[in-house]
């Protein structure tokens, strides 16, 4: 009973430290961990999940087709930040965001389909 | 011989021929094949299961041509892993046909990736038909990656801006439009206003009494906005033809059979010769349809249209491939 009490705060601990690196976006905060190098949103359903994602400048975002039929990953800023060739089932997109800013993104093929990374 | 009307119109509100229960009656019928015939304002609706015995001149009339959409070949997922399979038995079927169509139209996805093989494994099928000429347009499956040009290289020659054109056939007009490309963040289908422009200046010259047919691949009505089923702008290119007594708008992209009238445009879309979508709003997304395999081919089909001179409106008639 108290090993799963201390196990749950261990994890209560490690998602605090996990938010902390989100909403600060540094590493300091974290305590000597490094940030993600990478992270991921997924395409279910016709969505993008999660909807808005934010990162520290220099996160690599990787996004995964599960659906069974194809979609794209496209900034709707001009000239666009990002843009990706079709993706099938389970192919795969990354981007590397360098700058700061909001990139609004939307797949080029179903348009209803919208998405937004937020780079600290 | 001998099959009557099953119905009349009994109100008749929109002073447009229809009524809510003849409307409703012809939609119920439309998953399993249906046919609405428009003769002196009143609308007349047959069971497929009778139509061998209507009157051949009911049927075939002055022009026959038939329909097909979203062939998506090279799609290979559980809901259809034969769409070849699929198409070649859509094929069967038009040749099977008691008035031989003269040509086809195809409402787009005609491939599913855009990949050259694709497209090469759908001609190589549709040689296989007894009409000889498909007129396409493009689906948004066939525009992946580069705008549509591969696209326009085989299938657009002799179209306008992004592959758009019209033509003649024995006193019908059709009109073939884009609406899969330059689309927007959070937007539908869209025809843009070069499109939209070239579409005034096409059909102002004609005589308010020609029958037009408009084809396209994404509904040119409100089906489902929020799965993204319908046009931004197709409301003006609906405006251009008003003065226009028959209309006929034949679309494809929901992978089922629906259909509206209003006024004198009758809309309608066709099944899909590869995989079913769901019903609008039924299911988590509009993705493929899973169903039994024995029941696949009851939710495929073809759509046969015939134009009778002096009619309002084409028969428009859904047959499914099982």
């Known amino acids: ?120 | 011989m001998g099959e009557k009307p099953k119905d009349e119109i009994l109100h008749d509100h929109n002073n447009d021929g229809v009524d809510r229960r003849g409307f409703l009656k012809c939609m119920a019928w439309a998953g399993t094949g249906a046919l609405c015939v428009m003769q002196g304002g009143v609308l007349k609706s047959y069971s497929m299961s009778g139509i061998k015995e209507l009157d051949a001149q009911k049927m075939a009339g002055e022009l026959s041509f038939v329909q097909i959409s979203d062939s998506h070949m090279g799609f290979n997922k559980p809901a259809n892993p034969d769409v070849a399979g699929t198409l070649k038995a859509a094929i069967d079927k038009i040749n099977g046909l008691a008035t031989p169509p003269e040509f086809m139209l195809h409402t787009g996805d005609i491939s599913h990736l855009s990949k050259p093989e694709e497209f090469d494994t759908v001609d190589q099928i549709l040689k296989g038909a007894s009409a000889k000429d498909v007129f396409y347009v493009p689906g948004e499956h066939d525009v992946l990656n580069d705008d549509g040009q591969q696209y326009r290289e085989r299938y657009g020659k002799g179209t306008k801006g992004a592959g758009w054109y019209s033509f003649d056939k024995k006193g019908v007009h059709f009109i073939g439009l884009v609406n899969v490309l330059n689309l927007k963040a959070g937007g539908l289908g869209t025809l843009g206003h070069e499109q939209l422009e070239w579409m005034e200046d096409d059909v102002a010259h004609l005589k308010s009494s020609t029958p037009i047919v408009v084809f396209a691949h994404i509904p040119l009505w409100s089906v489902y906005p929020e799965w993204g089923w319908g046009t931004e702008d197709s409301a003006q290119a609906l405006a251009y033809l008003k003065k226009f007594g028959s209309v006929t708008v034949l679309n494809g992209h929901i992978h089922q059979t629906m259909q509206k009238i209003e006024g004198n445009v009758t809309f309608h879309t066709a099944a899909s010769t590869s995989f079913p979508q769901p019903q609008p709003g039924k299911a988590d997304s509009p993705g493929p349809m899973k169903v039994p395999a024995d029941q696949l081919r009851s939710l495929l089909g073809i759509t046969d249209v015939n134009y009778v001179r002096g009619q309002h409106a084409l028969a428009v008639v859904d047959s499914t491939l099982g």
């Open chain 1, 1 to 120: 009973m108290i090993r799963r009490t201390m196990s749950i705060f261990g994890l209560a601990a490690l998602v605090l430290v996990s938010l902390g690196m989100l909403f600060n976006g540094s590493a300091s905060v974290a305590a000597n961990t490094p940030p993600p190098a990478t992270t991921e949103v997924k395409i279910d359903n016709f969505s993008f999940t999660p909807a808005t994602l934010e990162v520290a400048a220099g996160t690599t975002v990787t996004w995964t087709n599960r659906d069974d039929i194809p979609h794209t990953v496209v900034s709707v800023d001009d000239p666009k930040a990002f843009k990706s060739k079709v993706m099938d089932t389970d192919e795969k997109f990354s981007f590397t965001f360098t700058k700061a800013g909001t990139y609004t993104y939307f797949c080029s093929v179903h348009p209803k389909m919208t998405g937004t990374v937020v780079v600290k």
